[in-house]
């Protein structure tokens, strides 16, 4: 799962990066705060929402089913989601005032 978490972040990061440099905002900033939008969102999914919802599933059956399998990894889900959200709604809407960017 880190592994995943990684990948994702990293992912995510560069492309707020290039899409923030190809608007000519504060690259650095932006990719930063993608990362963060992923990550904050789908922690807080996964250790309040998924965690809790698996440890009350008892016994192996249960946990090998698919809506198990999918609610353990509902934390990638929500977390592209809000960064999505970020992008839509936060950077693509970026106003660069002359002399703002670096």
């Known amino acids: 799962m880190v592994l995943i978490s ?12 290039r899409t923030a440099e190809r ?3 504060k690259a650095m900033h932006w990719g ?3 990362a963060i939008a992923y990550q904050v ?3 807080a999914w996964m250790m309040l ?15 090998t ?6 609610m353990s990894h509902s934390w990638v889900v929500v977390g592209i ?3 999505w959200v970020a992008y839509r709604f936060f950077l693509l809407k970026t106003t660069v005032k002359d002399g703002a960017a670096e």
Do not use: E, H, N
């Not at 995510?12 to 990066?17: D, G, L, P, V």
């Not at 089913?65 to 999918?70: D, E, N, P, Q």
């Open 23 to 25: 608007l000519g905002s």
């Open 32 to 34: 930063v705060a993608g």
């Open 41 to 43: 969102p789908a922690w």
């Open 65 to 70: 089913t698919l809506s198990a399998s999918l």
């Open 81 to 83: 989601l809000c960064a």
């Open 49 to 63: 929402v998924s965690r809790p919802y698996m440890a009350g599933i008892r016994g192996v059956a249960a946990k």
């Open 6 to 17: 990684m990948l994702l972040t990293a992912g995510i990061a560069f492309w707020f990066y």
